[in-house]
């Protein structure tokens, strides 16, 4: 099994920051890696895919980067709407397995 | 508009047993591999079970080997998940998930809105 490590689980960021979130994997994954945003009752949404390719309406505010066992997820001026809990998840290997999430909420 | 919603779940008593249901809309169900992930509350996602196009490969996570089966029915655009021998960690929202990639292994999109399983005495 893969693991997943998101850190850190919560993020305290003000409107307009640059807010990066991280995602450790236990092994190489390549480019394998989605990155998902949850807002409080609802289901995730898929924000991107192959590490960095944005699903179709998804502001370009939001930018994925890394490959192998690290990578990042960076909102480059945080937004009230963006106000959630992230989750990265690997697809390179069965079982397909998801992080822990973060958090990001207003400072 | 592509989209899933799930419906079925509810209170059930451990050992019980239920059976959820996925109708998908706005995409062509039976090109896709087809997907159940869940989450416990307060906690994070837990892939569940996958299943091919034709209906011939299914996966499971360890967890729920030999308990729960995933099976779909293309003619009538329906995805199911049969839950046998619930046991209190099997309580979480349920989702139901389109499966992009042909392969069968990638990320999930799109989701529905999740049904909220409860195994409780």
């Known amino acids: 099994v893969i693991w997943m490590t998101q850190s850190p689980s919560l993020v305290s960021a003000s409107i307009g920051d640059r807010v990066t979130l991280s995602c450790r994997v236990s092994?190489?994954?390549?480019?394998?890696l989605a990155w998902y945003q949850q807002k409080p009752g609802k289901a995730p949404d898929l924000l991107m895919y192959a590490t960095s390719t944005l699903q179709s309406g998804v502001p370009s505010r939001f930018s994925g980067s890394g490959s192998g066992t690290d990578f990042t997820l960076t909102i480059s001026s945080l937004q009230s709407e963006d106000l959630a809990t992230y989750y990265c998840q690997q697809y390179h290997s069965f079982p397909v397995t998801f992080g822990g999430g973060t958090k990001v909420e207003l400072k | 508009e592509v989209q899933v919603v799930e419906s079925g779940g509810g209170l059930v008593q451990p050992g019980g047993s239920l059976r959820l249901s996925c109708v998908p809309s706005g995409f062509a169900f039976s090109s896709y591999w087809m997907g159940w992930v869940r989450q416990a509350p307060g906690k994070g996602l837990e892939w569940v079970a996958n299943?091919?196009?034709?209906?011939?490969?299914?996966y499971y996570v360890d967890s729920v080997k030999g308990r729960f089966t995933i099976s779909r029915d293309n003619a009538k655009n329906s995805l199911y998940l049969q839950m046998n021998s619930l046991r209190a960690e099997d309580t979480a929202v349920y989702y139901c998930?389109?499966?992009?990639?042909?392969?069968?292994?990638?990320?999930?999109?799109?989701w529905g809105q999740g049904t909220l399983v409860t195994v409780s005495s």
């Open positions: 299943i091919k196009q034709d209906g011939n490969e299914e």
């Open positions: 998930a389109r499966v992009p990639s042909g392969s069968g292994w990638s990320w999930f999109d799109p």
């Open positions: 092994q190489d994954i390549s480019s394998y």
